[in-house]
């Protein structure tokens, strides 16, 4: 089955994965408007009220499930595609729609043209070590 | 991948996130390095691909476009409750390089691992991270059977910088991986107060 139903053939060959459609749950939107692509290691902060807001809003299941998880500890974006095996791209455009919601924010990490802290190098150094 | 809940009434901890990543050739033991430290979650990421195979733009829809799925190594380890490392294994195809860009993004720095039976299958990473200027730690995989080459002839052959570390490992063994990182990050020091240098005159 190919993606566009046409039976093109891909450039692609058979090690590159299955050909899908992840964005039905998105509706088809592979990103939110006004939002930046999240980085894989952005944190995702469920807010404080969440549980209570979350009854009233109309929410997925997939939706409800990032929101659960970021209420037990922040949770990067990568970690929840792989906790929820879900696409990294589907799990962007849900975070997404629970920043537009307000129930999560987003705490993106160093901006890349930063370098962190020089102890903050030395910490992951010792944790390292420690390990 | 969740570490417990937080006390209640406080705010929860929001940990500073870093990441390296992990790139070399087929077989290099990419997988292996990334899960010796760390519980390995496969990580799927489903990319929009024009008939090109390039990226389509990200606020297009998915109409008549490709999806596929590209699975990379994932792994995290907890330094800190409040400091947290991710490795990501990259694609080891080259045509999924695009995917690169976005994870060498913000990253620390990288670790190519190289197998000294086949060497030329890192040419490719090592350029990368040099145009790019991302420190990056050459890991010498020491396969059974291959002959040690001694570091200097790999320096040799991949024709480093001298800056940049190389150094035996063993995927396979804790330690020796943990040996690597730590590498990267000094590595990354080292890098980041030559810049500051070179900024501040
Ligand atoms: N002797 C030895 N074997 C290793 C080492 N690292 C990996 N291996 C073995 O080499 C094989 C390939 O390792 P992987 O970790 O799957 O390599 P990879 O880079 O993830 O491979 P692809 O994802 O297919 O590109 C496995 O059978 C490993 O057990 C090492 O340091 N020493
Ligand atoms: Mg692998």
Redesign the interface.
């Known amino acids: 089955m190919?993606?566009?139903g046409q039976g093109?053939p891909?450039?692609?060959d058979d090690?590159?994965?299955?050909?899908?459609?992840?964005?039905a749950m998105t509706r088809?939107?592979?990103?939110s408007?006004g939002q930046h692509?999240l980085?894989?290691?952005?944190?995702v902060?469920?807010e404080?009220y969440a549980e209570d807001r979350e009854a009233d809003q109309a929410l997925s299941p997939e939706h409800v499930d990032i929101v659960e998880?970021c209420r037990?500890?922040?949770?990067?974006v990568?970690?929840l595609?792989?906790?929820l095996?879900?696409?990294?791209?589907?799990v962007r455009v849900l975070v997404g729609d629970l920043v537009e919601d307000e129930l999560v924010h987003v705490?993106r990490?160093?901006?890349?043209a930063e370098?962190?802290d020089?102890s903050?190098?030395?910490?992951?150094?010792s944790?390292?070590?420690a390990? | 991948m969740i570490f417990g809940r937080t006390e209640r009434g406080g705010p929860p901890v929001e940990p500073v996130t870093l990441k390296i990543l992990v790139a070399g050739g087929f077989g290099a033991g990419k997988t292996t390095l990334v899960g010796a430290v760390s519980e390995i979650k496969p990580l799927r990421t489903e990319e929009l691909l024009t008939e090109a195979g390039r990226p389509v733009d990200d606020t297009s829809g998915v109409e008549g476009k490709h999806t596929t799925t590209v699975a990379m190594d994932f792994g995290r380890i907890t330094l800190r409750e409040d400091l947290v490392l991710y490795l990501f294994g990259t694609p080891g195809q080259d045509r999924f390089w695009f995917l690169w860009d976005e994870l060498a993004t913000g990253a620390l720095g990288a670790v190519v691992l190289a197998d000294t039976r086949r060497l030329e299958d890192c040419f490719a990473a090592v350029d990368y991270f040099e145009r790019r200027a991302i420190p990056f730690v050459v890991g010498v995989n020491c396969f059974d059977g291959a002959a040690r080459h001694p570091v200097e002839d790999v320096r040799r052959a991949l024709d480093l910088d001298s800056a940049v570390p190389v150094v035996l490992c063993d995927a396979r063994a804790r330690d020796s991986v943990k040996d690597v990182l730590i590498e990267v990050v000094r590595h990354a020091m080292a890098h980041a107060a030559e810049r500051r240098h070179t900024v501040t005159g």
């Open positions: 190919s993606a566009d093109t891909h450039w692609f090690e590159a994965g299955p050909v899908v459609r992840p964005y088809g939107r592979t990103s408007p692509r980085d894989l290691i952005a944190l902060v469920a404080r998880l037990q500890a922040p949770q990067s990568a970690e595609a792989a906790e095996d879900l696409p990294v791209g589907v705490r990490p160093v901006p890349p370098l962190p020089e903050i190098l030395r910490d992951v150094i944790g390292l070590r390990l």
